[in-house]
């Protein structure tokens, strides 16, 4: 088998498995790796110094693992054709989190495709991650021509728009690689004008302002005030800079069942509904969702804040 034919291979297995975008790239030291050097030293990162952990390894996907000769960067498309709704009694779950977490689903499928390839070729060895290890995913979407990194610092198709989910996959062997795509932001800056806390810059997000950052990873203390008060609705993640995106009008609905809702509640959830869970309660409603990460308290503090704010602007 050529080298060709063993990479188109490698990419017919990866569609019938049910990934919907794959790209190809060379193991090697990315040329903007050393911007998260830089981020991490400006403290954009907030309270999440785990990022700070094997800078070594992220910057050279290498160092991570030696063998590596390839890089193979799969996409999900987690869109459902459901909306947030613009009541102030409901809250809002960013729409990643209404169905299963994908970071299981995208890791079984990882898993079932390195079996795939081992088939194809036995001396084939490769590592499999999903958000849990020191990969810059991004980046690497970028270089194997998943799309391009917008200035809202997602990735963007045009064929799927922002509603992505991101795996990769880095083996030991050399395949043909595909092109870094175009970036077709253009001059728009609808991204950067909606963030109502000014997290995002052009191609900068500094998460410790970011609302999905504040409702998720910013554990155990309240919610600045300055931020409580630009939050909106939400009570785990944000939305906003992807709902604005213009790409985002071809968006598809995905075919994977297990992203669609959990539960139609998580959509336009009451306020006061997520506000009276136990946390008994809450874990039986979101033990299989990416929202059971915020933990319970966390989860709770988020929705308070919303409705304190929303009891203090109210007519005496």
């Given amino acids: 088998m050529t080298l060709r034919e063993k990479t ?5 297995i990866g569609l019938r498995l049910g990934f919907d975008k794959i790209g190809i ?16 030293s400006e403290g954009r990162h907030g309270t999440m110094q785990w990022m700070e952990n094997y800078l070594d390894k992220r910057l050279d996907i290498r ?7 390839s890089v193979i960067v799969v996409a999900r498309n987690y869109y459902t054709p459901f909306k947030h709704s ?18 299981k689903i995208l890791k079984k499928n990882l898993k079932r495709f390195l079996s795939a390839l081992r088939e194809i070729d036995s001396t084939l060895e490769g590592r499999l991650f999903v958000d849990t290890g020191p990969v810059q995913e991004k980046l690497w979407a970028v270089r194997a021509g998943i799309g ?13 728009g922002s509603w992505l989910f991101l795996g990769v996959l880095i083996i ?11 970036d077709y932001c253009g ?7 909606a963030c109502p806390t000014n997290a995002l810059q052009p191609y900068r997000l500094d998460a410790s302002k970011c609302i999905s950052y504040l409702t998720i990873e910013y554990w155990d203390r309240p919610i600045p005030e300055t931020l409580a008060d630009k939050m909106g609705n939400w009570v785990f993640g944000c939305d906003i800079c992807q709902d604005v995106c213009p790409w985002n009008r071809f968006a598809q609905t ?13 959509v336009q959830p009451e306020l006061e509904w997520l506000a009276d869970l136990s946390e008994e309660e809450f874990k039986r409603l979101f033990k299989k969702t990416p929202v059971i990460r915020a933990k319970f308290a966390n989860f709770k503090r988020n929705v308070l804040t919303i409705l304190r704010r929303r009891w203090s602007h109210s007519p005496k």
């Fill in 8 to 12: 188109k291979a490698i990419k017919e």
């Fill in 25 to 40: 790239a060379p193991a090697e030291k990315l040329p903007h790796a050393s911007y998260l050097t830089q981020w991490l």
């Fill in 63 to 69: 160092k991570l693992y030696p063998p590596a000769q």
């Fill in 86 to 103: 613009p009541d102030p009694n409901k809250g809002k779950i960013s729409r990643y989190a209404w169905g299963k977490d994908y970071h």
């Fill in 148 to 160: 391009w990194q917008g200035k809202n610092t997602n990735i963007i198709s045009r064929n799927f």
């Fill in 172 to 182: 030991n062997q050399p395949l043909e690689y595909d092109q870094p795509v175009p």
């Fill in 187 to 193: 001059s728009c800056n609808a991204c950067v004008q």
């Fill in 254 to 266: 995905t075919e994977e069942q297990d992203f669609f809702p959990l539960d139609p509640r998580f």
